[in-house]
T-cell receptor
Framework: AQSVTQPDIHITVSEGASLELRCNYS??????LFWYVQSPGQGLQLLLK??????LVQGIKGFEAEFKRSQSSFNLRKPSVHWSDAAEYFC???????????????FGPGTSLSVIP | DTEVTQTPKHLVMGMTNKKSLKCEQH?????MYWYKQKAKKPPELMFV???????INESVPSRFSPECPNSSLLNLHLHALQPEDSALYLC???????????????FGPGTRLLVL
């Protein structure tokens, strides 16, 4: 069965410092991977996605993620964090339900990011 | 434009009330979704509509009743809810072009529901 783990429940970084959020997935076939961000009380905003091709993916707000098949990982990075990046970050994998042929997004538990001014 | 709108933003209701949540998108997407999200948890899929037809019901209690009047609108009718149904209800949409393909889902801001 497909699953996503995010080992870090909560991370605190100083403004201007670099950031890496970890994501590991379990999926038998080629994974389709996403990172979403959710600010307090808000919906989910897509940061970036990986479907195929270049394993280093650029997203919005200066974020990037690298797909590493050998490690089953899709870690999110940002070279310099801003106070406005404080939010909940969800990694997700999409899989096709073989019964229905519909895709289903499986979310990880989330990592809460705090930024110290 | 990748905007999904949801109304109301906040809703407080008693256990005997009937209310509805509304979701709208004008991106021409043909697949729409309802998710439930409890605090500090990831979203959980409730329903999927494809071309205005209910495609997936993730064993959701009948006190939640979805409706898709047209390709741009998705409603969630609520009746006789329980306090444990208090949560953020998120709507999402995707292109819905073809079954068997992975698509990107775009989320609305959600409706925060409190059941007293």
């Amino acid at each position: 069965a497909q699953s996503v783990t995010q080992p870090d429940i909560h991370i605190t970084v100083s403004e201007g410092a670099s950031l890496e959020l970890r994501c590991n997935y379990s999926y038998g076939a080629t994974p389709y991977l996403f990172w979403y961000v959710q600010s307090p009380g808000q919906g989910l905003q897509l940061l970036l996605k990986y479907f195929s091709g270049d394993t280093l993916v650029q997203g919005i707000k200066g974020f990037e993620a690298e797909f590493k098949r050998s490690q089953s990982s899709f870690n999110l990075r940002k070279p310099s964090v801003h106070w406005s990046d404080a939010a909940e970050y969800f990694c997700a994998v999409a899989a096709i339900n073989m019964k229905t042929s519909y895709d289903k997004v499986i979310f990880g538990p989330g990592t809460s990011l705090s930024v110290i001014p | 434009d990748t905007e999904v709108t949801q109304t109301p933003k906040h809703l407080v209701m008693g256990m005997t009330n009937k209310k509805s949540l509304k979701c709208e998108q004008h991106m021409g997407h043909r697949a729409m979704y309802w998710y439930k999200q409890k605090a500090k948890k990831p979203p959980e899929l409730m329903f999927v509509y494809s071309y205005e037809k209910l495609s997936i019901n993730e064993s959701v209690p009948s006190r939640f009743s979805p409706e898709c009047p047209n390709s741009s609108l998705l409603n969630l009718h609520l009746h006789a809810l329980q306090p444990e149904d208090s949560a953020l209800y998120l709507c999402a949409s995707s292109q819905g072009a073809d079954r068997g393909h992975i698509e990107t889902q775009y989320f609305g801001p959600g409706t925060r529901l409190l059941v007293l």
